[in-house]
């Protein structure tokens, strides 16, 4: 038998279920956060200010009350964590991330969870209507993905206990993609969501993505046409959505009991996360590199600085006589340096006496 022993595996479990990317945005995210040697640390003790860089993508999903947008979540996760139904079941901001068991928090510690997000105490009412969902789901790339489940949206009388138009705004600038959910049930046309989708548009117009939702309940062909052909005219109306390109795929919960014959892009939302997270990866290493070189630009910035302060020039030049000293003669030569002082100061003394 061979002496040799088998080479173990760093982590072998975990390698098995992470992904690539998943371990590299985790790699880079520790690079910067090590309490020891992280960039953080480093760049903070030279008077830069450094951020670490999001471990997931962040989705929001927003449109009119009952448009789909917890039923969504609940097939993307394949795991019922948010209420769906006809009434407005979501009635604050929900963030649903993966973890390793499962969790509900609330506001203190919802934010506690995303730092990032801690500007949103600034929206006033807006702390007792905040939540998060850890769900310990690794279906699709939900391991790489927080979802942000926002109200929903209705005009009239309703009244909101904060400023909802300007937190799903801000909400909106910080994630990475937004969708919007257009339902065919006559609230498409929404005016509170049309206003939010337009502002949105003009900070943040890449991230924007329309979908109808629910259409295999919209009827016949021709009635999911006229529907669609009812949201692309109010949209055009506002200048800031009239734009060229416009896409609006059709989509639906899948339902083997109620098959449908309208056509179900709601794969194409998966590919769309997909390729989101791949770019955050590329964005994430192209951040390390310029983080990187900052730092180094500035080490070398502050050493040719010392290079011509006198009084450090002059603390190098003791540091390199100590260091030329034998270690053992160290402890000796500060003796003989110490009777050396106390003689000059005698001697100083006796003169000036």
């Known amino acids: 038998m061979s002496g040799r022993k088998p080479r173990s595996v760093a982590n072998p479990l975990e390698s098995a279920i992470t992904t690539p990317s998943e ?3 985790k790699e880079c995210f520790s690079l910067y956060v090590d309490n020891e040697n992280g960039l953080v640390k480093i760049a903070s003790s030279l008077g830069v200010r450094l951020l670490p860089p999001r471990k997931k993508i962040v989705v ?31 009635q604050g901001f929900t963030f649903i991330t993966s973890g390793r068991k499962r969790e509900s928090l609330t506001g203190n510690a919802t934010l506690h969870l ?19 969902e850890i769900s310990t789901s690794k279906q699709k790339k939900f391991s790489l993905v927080t979802f942000v489940d926002t109200p929903g949206l209705v005009d009239g009388d309703m009244i909101y206990p904060f400023d909802v138009n300007s937190a799903i705004t801000w909400l909106g600038e910080q994630a990475d993609l937004i969708f919007v959910f257009f339902d065919p049930m006559g609230q498409a046309l929404c005016k509170r969501t049309l206003n939010i989708v337009e502002k949105l548009s003009e900070k943040c117009g890449d991230k924007l993505l329309f979908y109808l939702s629910k259409a295999d309940e919209a009827g016949k062909e ?39 014959r309208c056509v179900n892009q709601i794969d194409g939302i998966c590919q769309t ?3 989101t997270i791949n770019q955050a990866v590329q964005k994430t290493l192209d951040q390390l590199e310029k983080d990187c070189d900052l730092i180094c630009s500035t080490i070398t910035r502050q050493l040719e600085q010392d290079r011509f302060d006198p009084n450090i020039a002059y603390c190098g030049i003791v540091m390199y006589l100590w260091d030329w000293i034998p270690e053992d003669g160290q402890v000796l030569s500060v003796i003989i340096f110490g ?15």
């Open 23 to 25: 371990r590299i945005l």
């Open 339 to 353: 009777a050396l002082c106390y003689l000059l100061i005698f001697l100083a003394k006796h003169f000036a006496g």
């Open 273 to 275: 996360i997909e390729k």
């Open 60 to 90: 929001m999903i927003m449109g009119n009350h009952s448009a789909g947008k917890s039923s969504f979540i609940n097939w993307y996760v394949e795991e019922h964590i948010q209420k769906t139904g006809v009434a407005i079941e979501t």
């Open 222 to 260: 021709t009635d999911r046409q006229r529907v669609m052909m009812q949201i692309v005219q109010e949209l055009c109306r506002r200048p800031g959505l009239n734009k060229c390109g416009f896409e609006m795929p059709t989509i639906y919960i899948p339902n083997p009991q109620k098959p449908s």
């Open 114 to 132: 995303y730092p990032h997000f801690r500007p949103l105490l600034e929206f006033k009412g807006v702390m007792d209507y905040l939540s998060a």
